[in-house]
């Protein structure tokens, strides 16, 4: 069983940047690859980049590319998310997912373990 808990969510202008967290309660943290989804009011939750187990590879969805960078620190058992050049559209409940199978990153049935979600508002 794997807990993670998003934080550094918040309300930011167009053009301004936040860092998001997801800290893992496992110490198997390592043997997991990550990822983070989102999910706007009134959409589906669509795949925002996933990072391997050991960080080595990265994968974004095409409207992030350029923007977002996704990193994790194993030893401190933590996924990141570093947003910048945020616009209005990135508005949405952010969540980062664990899993331990080799299945389809972008997936999010590839995923088995959630967290709560984290809010974020990018204003014009």
């Known amino acids: 069983q794997v807990q993670l808990v998003e934080s550094g969510g918040g309300l930011v202008q167009a053009g301004g940047s936040l860092r998001l967290s997801c800290g893992a309660s496992s110490g198997t943290f390592h043997r997991y690859a990550m990822a983070w989804f989102r999910q706007a009011p009134g959409n589906e939750r669509e795949f925002v980049a996933a990072i391997s187990r050991g960080g080595s590879s990265t994968y974004y969805a095409d409207f992030v590319k350029g923007r977002f960078t996704i990193s994790r620190d194993n030893a401190k058992n933590t996924v990141y998310l570093q947003m910048n050049s945020l616009k209005p559209e990135d508005t949405a409940l952010y969540y980062c997912?664990?899993?331990?199978?080799?299945?389809?990153?972008?997936?999010?049935?590839?995923?088995?373990?959630w967290g709560q979600g984290t809010q974020v508002t990018v204003s014009s």
């Open positions: 997912a664990a899993r331990n199978t080799q299945s389809e990153y972008s997936d999010y049935r590839s995923y088995d373990y």
